[in-house]
Structure formats: structure tokens, C-alpha cells
């Protein structure tokens, strides 16, 4: 089940201020009936149940839009979190390879994916930044493969001399230059994004989303180029620019 519909269910039914009631109704009830019936004890079973139940569906008619969007930004916060530590991890190994852009590249990637969200998170802003969330997480993860694969290139430059050697750097340059153009795309859509939710132009949200795609078929290549490189038999072995 997908963990914000796992949570939102949880928040719903499960709740200490909807379970404990109904618990302790259910076990004043059992007391009662033990005892041969006692009606403090019986009334008390009463206002548990339906307080509990009470306090359920209270929440189902009045807090579900309030309950469901606290869980999206929970998983929100813990999927960047875990992202971040990624991201961390990724800054280290590519201090290593020596060339200024590949960290410079990173330093912009997260910065934009910041402005973003921060942009995203403003009231009233969620609704319009959910129909293009999704499609700058791809470009931005496509951008930070290119970064690894850039890395990858870097370290099998390293074990190869002569043309080998030189073929892969004129490989790894390339990658660094997609890179870029992706930056340069993703910087683009932040800013359209930003000055896009002051406004209600949905034709200009659209041509954003096409943008978006277009620098996810521009990131691709460089999978098809590692793949080329590391099976040169594959028919992979020529690429195009647009």
C-alpha cells in the first residue's frame, strides 16, 4: 500500500483519540457485563463507543483534506531527507575526480530542487506544483545519474591509457555538456515555476511540462551512451544531438 494512504488510514482510524475512547468504553462494557451489570459503568461503555466512533467520523467528513496533505508532506520530507543523504554521499565521491563542474553542477541541482519546493510549498501554490512535482523529480534524478555516470567515466579514464583513454574523456566531456544544458533547462523551469504561481496561466504551465520532457529525452542519451560503453557490441553506438 502506498505509504501517505497507509498513513492517512492510520490517522483516520487508529488514532489514540479515536482508539482509546472506543477501548475503554469496549472494556467498561466487559466490567459491566462481569459484574452483573452496573449502569455507571454501562453509560460510561456508552460515551467511549460513541464518543470514539463520534470523533471518526468527525475527522473522515472534516479533517481528511487536512490529514491527507500533513501525511504527503511527512513522505515528502522523509523521501528528501533520504535524498539529501544521497545527494551528501554523491558530493563526496565526486570531490575525487578533480574538475570543478561536476561539484558545481551538484552545488546548482540542489539549489534549484530547493527554490522548488520552497516554491511548490506555499499556500495555495500545492495544487498547481503537484502537475509538474513529479516531472522535475525525474529531470532532477535524471541530472544527478548523469553526475554518477560522469563520475564512472572519470574513474575508467583512470585504468586506461592512449586513445582508450582519450575516447572515454571525449565521452565523459560530452556527458558534462548534456549536464549542463539539463542545469540550464531545470534553472529555466524553476524560475517560469516561480513567477508562474503568482498568475493562473495553465497554457504556460503546459508549455513547462513539455520543457520538462524534453530535458528528460536530452538526459536519457547518457544512458544509452554508458550503455554503449560498457557493451560495445550493443547497436547503441551512435548519438544524436537536438
Known amino acids: 500500500m502506498d505509504p501517505v494512504k497507509r498513513k492517512v488510514i492510520s490517522e483516520l482510524f487508529f488514532a489514540p483519540s479515536i482508539v482509546l475512547p472506543i ?11 462481569a459484574t452483573g451489570g452496573s449502569g455507571y459503568l454501562t453509560g460510561a461503555a456508552a460515551v467511549g463507543i460513541l464518543g470514539g466512533v463520534g470523533w471518526m467520523l468527525t475527522r473522515m467528513i472534516f479533517k481528511v483534506e487536512d490529514i491527507t496533505e500533513q501525511a504527503m508532506q511527512a513522505e515528502l520530507e522523509k523521501r528528501l531527507r533520504a535524498e539529501s543523504e544521497e ?11 578533480r574538475d570543478h563542474r561536476t561539484q558545481d553542477y551538484l552545488t546548482l541541482l540542489r539549489s534549484l530542487r530547493g527554490e522548488f519546493e520552497k516554491a511548490a510549498n506555499k499556500p495555495g501554490s500545492q495544487f498547481r506544483s503537484a502537475q509538474i512535482r513529479e516531472k522535475v523529480g525525474l529531470v532532477f534524478e535524471a541530472a544527478v545519474g548523469q553526475l554518477r555516470q560522469s563520475y564512472q567515466l572519470w574513474e575508467l579514464s583512470e585504468n586506461l591509457v592512449g586513445t582508450a583513454r582519450d575516447k572515454i574523456l571525449a565521452d565523459r566531456q560530452q556527458v558534462l555538456q548534456e549536464i549542463e544544458s539539463t542545469v540550464e533547462r531545470l534553472h529555466s523551469t524553476v524560475h517560469q515555476f516561480r513567477e508562474l504561481i503568482k498568475t493562473e496561466d495553465k497554457v504556460d504551465l503546459a508549455s513547462m511540462r513539455e520543457e520538462l520532457e524534453m530535458t528528460m529525452r536530452i538526459a536519457k542519451r547518457t544512458e544509452e551512451r554508458m550503455r554503449a560503453i560498457e557493451n560495445p557490441s550493443s547497436k547503441h553506438k551512435t548519438f544524436t544531438t537536438e
Do not use: E, K
Not at 87 to 97: C, E, H, I
Open 23 to 33: 477501548v475503554g468504553g469496549i472494556s467498561a462494557g466487559l466490567l459491566s457485563w
Open 87 to 97: 545527494l551528501d554521499a554523491l558530493a563526496r565521491l565526486l570531490r575525487s575526480d
